[in-house]
C-alpha cells in the first residue's frame, strides 16, 4: 500500500491553469492505474482523468481537450495539467492509485487527501 501526497490547488480565474501532483511513497512502475476523482458537495463524485502502467489514459467528456494527465516514474508522481478552466471544475480533487495484492489476486486502492480547486466567473 503506497502513501500518496498531492498538491496544487487553489483559486483560480475562468479561463485559467493549475497543474496538481500527486507523490507516492515508492515505485509506480506496476501500479496498474493512477488519477483523479473530483468531489463536489450533493454531486455524485467523477472520475476526471486516469493513466494506466501502459501509457493508456482516460478523461471525463467535459475536460477532454484541457485536462492532460501524465506520469512521471522517476519521480514516482503523477501530474493533472489543467488548462481553460471553467466554474464548473471546482471541487475537492482526490488522487487514487490501484496497485496489485499479489497473495490475494485483488486490487487495492490508496487515496491521497485531496486539494480544493476553485475556478471563478
Known amino acids: 500500500q503506497v502513501q500518496l501526497v498531492e498538491s496544487g490547488g487553489g483559486s483560480v480565474q475562468s479561463g485559467g491553469s493549475l497543474r496538481l501532483s500527486c507523490a507516492a511513497s515508492?515505485?509506480?512502475?506496476?501500479?496498474?492505474?493512477m488519477g483523479w476523482y473530483r468531489q463536489t458537495p450533493g454531486k455524485q463524485r467523477e472520475l476526471a482523468a486516469s493513466s494506466g502502467s501502459g501509457g493508456t489514459t482516460n478523461y471525463l467528456p467535459s475536460v477532454m481537450g484541457r485536462f492532460t494527465i501524465s506520469r512521471d516514474n522517476a519521480k514516482n508522481t503523477v501530474y493533472l495539467q489543467m488548462n481553460s478552466l471553467k466554474p464548473e471544475d471546482t471541487a475537492v480533487y482526490y488522487c487514487y492509485a490501484d496497485e496489485p495484492v499479489a497473495s490475494t489476486k485483488d486490487v487495492f486502492r490508496s487515496w491521497g487527501q485531496g486539494t480544493q480547486v476553485t475556478v471563478s466567473s
Open positions: 515508492g515505485s509506480i512502475l506496476n501500479i496498474y492505474n
